[in-house]
């Protein structure tokens, strides 16, 4: 579905929340909009409409995608639902993506990738505003803390990754509604995020506010601090990492000299690099430990296998000839 909008933008009232958005979307567009043309991922929910509302307010142009999953019986209604309000809200155009939702993963990884599949083919070359909240950044914080990867899993979603823009990741999920309330919009309460059977439903609804009564408050704010202090650190990190993994690189394998001379958290960084770039996927603090292992801790030990091989096969790394090499082999 699409149709134009954009004639009869909704003005925000001069509310609490309204200018909290408002302030939040427009020092986002500052950074990394500043043309003012944007989509936006629009759910239906509180966080996504009361986005779609400080964008409309602050962006020159915006175009709402709206994601069906076609998970729940009326998902069709909701969506539609959702285009139609995003269009009174003043939106350009307002699409309906249906998907179809399968793979590994469980239901929430498989809805995830669908949807951002779906999002990324129809934005158009367009930076795509999402509706995350501080409080989606504390559990995304405390999920990364229960994987134990180190610091790259707990510093959380970033503002900008490339085409992804979340704006509000220093509001919390309550100004979202309380802007809804404001403009007399009913969000569309999914049950998924009301159901137990999901990691981050249960985080929302039982583990935060346990950590908040026992802390004192705060828990989420101080979460997501440390996310963007991490975050900070991890870009310097990384930019060193990066300049270790050029010096050691030699024709598609790593100089075993070079990388045992360098400081643990850049060496594992610029062999994580390595890996990923020729093709592993799904890498674990153990696949990276034994990797580094060959680097510093040799002793005659054999190839680590890492995921992501072609069907049939395994990608392995070995060290060889004071080299770390990978080759693809047979499984």
Known sequence: MAAPGGDRVRPLPQTPAALELRHAVRDWLGRYAPNGVVA?????????????????????????????????????????????IALGLGCRSARVLTVEVTGEGGLEAAARSARYAA??????????????????????VLLGLARG????????????????????????RAATRELC????????????N?????????????????????????????LARTAEQLREDGAVLDELAEKLLNAASDAGSLSIETLATAPVALRRRAIRSWLLAAGAKALTDKHLRAV??????WRGQGGVAVGGAKPGTRLVAKREHGKLTLAFTPH
């Not at 990324?120 to 999402?130: C, F, M, Q, Y």
């Not at 403009?183 to 049950?191: A, K």
């Not at 159901?195 to 989420?220: I, Q």
């Open 40 to 84: 936006v991922g629009l759910s239906g929910g509180a966080d996504s409409l009361a986005l779609t509302a400080a964008a409309v307010a602050e962006a020159e142009v915006v175009d709402a995608l709206i994601v069906d999953h076609a998970l729940q019986a009326g998902s069709q209604a909701v969506a539609a639902a959702a285009a139609d």
């Open 119 to 140: 999002l990324d083919a129809a934005r158009g070359g367009l930076p795509v505003l999402l509706g995350h909240t501080l409080d989606d950044q504390a559990e995304t």
């Open 149 to 172: 990867s180190g610091a790259r899993s707990i510093r959380g979603m970033a503002d900008f990754a490339d085409p992804w823009g979340r704006p509000l990741l220093g509001v919390r």
């Open 181 to 192: 309330a404001d403009l007399s919009l009913t969000p569309h309460e999914d049950p998924h």
């Open 194 to 222: 009301a159901s137990p059977e999901f990691t981050r439903v249960r985080l929302r609804t039982e583990v935060l506010p346990l950590l908040e009564r026992v802390l004192g408050g705060g828990v989420a704010p101080a």
């Open 292 to 297: 580094d292992a060959l680097v510093t801790n």
